[in-house]
Nanobody, 124 residues
């Protein structure tokens, strides 16, 4: 049984930093894309970042501020979030695909496994 377990998140002031981690079990995802999405109240889930092998993709809204990385030995993916803004407030979800492709990487419907979600709140 595949599980994605998230950690990190919390409350931070604008301009601060937070780090999210996602640990996968039940399957090795080193050869498959893993990413992060977020969902703010009243809004649809939106793409944040994804890593496939060593290549990374980011939403324009987080480019230059967020960094996604992975540790294949630990089967984990991390999202380092710097220069956080109030608009980054959302529940963040880790996600993984079960096929090795970058096609449709920003579409949440293309991800097969999801973490439990972690609240990130950025205060003004």
């Amino acid at each position: 049984q595949v599980q994605l377990v998230q950690s990190g998140g919390g409350l931070v002031q604008a301009g601060g930093s937070l780090r999210l981690s996602c640990a996968a079990s039940g399957r090795t995802f080193s050869s498959y894309p893993m990413g992060w999405f977020r969902q703010a109240p009243g809004k649809e889930r939106e793409f944040v970042a994804v890593i496939r092998w060593s290549r990374t993709y980011y939403a324009d809204s987080v480019k230059g501020r967020f960094t996604i990385s992975r540790d294949n030995a630990k089967n984990t993916v991390t999202l380092q979030m710097n220069s956080l803004q109030h608009e980054d407030t959302a529940v963040y979800y880790c996600a993984a695909r079960q096929i090795d492709t970058s096609a449709g990487y920003s579409n949440a419907g293309n991800y097969n496994y999801w973490g439990q979600g972690t609240q990130v709140t950025v205060s003004n």
